[in-house]
């Protein structure tokens, strides 16, 4: 058993012993999880669960569980006093709807990320679709001049791959229209 209620040298009631104002027994089921300098501790506890019902819980347990379980009463108590009808589910609710606020808004940044690379994507796409799916007509192929001059042809720097679709080679129609070839 811890002594970390008790001073070392002299005997000093645990803060629960303190509270209820009886002598602190050296098995005291208390001393090792409410030290005489963290009166508040047990205080609030006490006040939501009572030190009979604290007590019955702890003999309970097993010795390596007990200390997790007084964090977890203290943590519920300090709940209690703070918001007496939810407690720590009021705390857990609170938190919840943080999360799903903080979600929402992540999804709603996420979706304007992709709507914007849509966007760019969309107006370098509309003109390439636009010129590719131009066809000509008979009467356009038959009546098309014949083009004897060179376009600049360009081939995509491989260091710069977000670029390719500013620098890809242009291809024109007998009929004239342009294509951008993929």
Known sequence: MKESGRKQGAMS???ACKLLRRRCAQD????PYFPADEPQKFAS???VFGASN???????????QRSDAVSSMVYEANA???DPVYGCVGAISSLQQQIDALQTQLAIAQAEVVHMRMGQFSTSSATSNAAT???CSPDQKSTAPNHSHHHNHQTPNPF??????LI?????SPCGHVSYLP
Request: aromatic share 14%; net charge positive; glycine share 0%.
């Open 13 to 15: 009631p645990c803060a």
């Open 28 to 31: 005291c089921v208390f001393a």
């Open 45 to 47: 506890v006490h006040k």
């Open 54 to 64: 604290v007590n019955k819980m702890l003999q309970e347990l097993p010795e390596h």
């Open 80 to 82: 209690r006093v703070r």
């Open 133 to 135: 799916t131009t066809t």
């Open 160 to 165: 710069l791959p977000w670029t390719w679709w």
């Open 168 to 172: 890809r080679p242009i291809w024109e």
